[in-house]
């Protein structure tokens, strides 16, 4: 696979804001058959000048939710990775924002 497909989109969200400034830490929605080496290489490859101290997985069960009352939908189940960065390094989420 290629790095565009493991790396679907980061989580943008209080908490993943916080672990990012202080404890270097950046939160991925990731694809779902990606293991913890692919994500490792998929992240030194997206960002040659970082390197990749430990990456935790988890994966996100399906939800139910409801619109209009009656109408029941499924929200998909999806896979989140956690990556920690060795060292002074930091990803640069938003580029020219």
Same mark, same amino acid.
């Given at each position: 696979?290629?790095?565009? $497909?493991?790396?679907?989109?980061?989580?943008? /969200? $209080?908490?993943?804001?916080?672990?990012?400034? /202080?404890? &270097?830490?950046? /939160?991925?929605?990731?694809?779902?058959?990606? &293991?913890?080496?692919?994500?490792?290489?998929?992240? $030194?490859?997206?960002?040659? &000048?970082?390197?990749?101290?430990?990456?935790?997985?988890? &994966?996100?069960?399906?939800?139910?939710?409801?619109?209009?009352?009656?109408?029941?939908?499924?929200?998909?189940?999806?896979?989140?990775?956690?990556?920690?960065?060795?060292?002074?390094?930091?990803?640069?989420?938003? $580029?020219?924002?």
């Amino acid at each position: 696979m290629h790095w565009r $497909e493991i790396l679907r989109r980061p989580v943008v /969200t $209080e908490k993943s804001n916080y672990a990012a400034d /202080t404890l &270097n830490q950046y /939160t991925f929605v990731v694809h779902s058959k990606a &293991n913890k080496m692919m994500i490792k290489q998929a992240i $030194e490859l997206a960002w040659p &000048n970082v390197t990749v101290a430990k990456v935790r997985v988890a &994966n996100m069960p399906a939800k139910r939710g409801r619109r209009l009352r009656r109408i029941a939908i499924r929200k998909p189940a999806w896979k989140k990775a956690i990556v920690t960065l060795a060292g002074d390094g930091s990803i640069d989420l938003f $580029e020219g924002v």
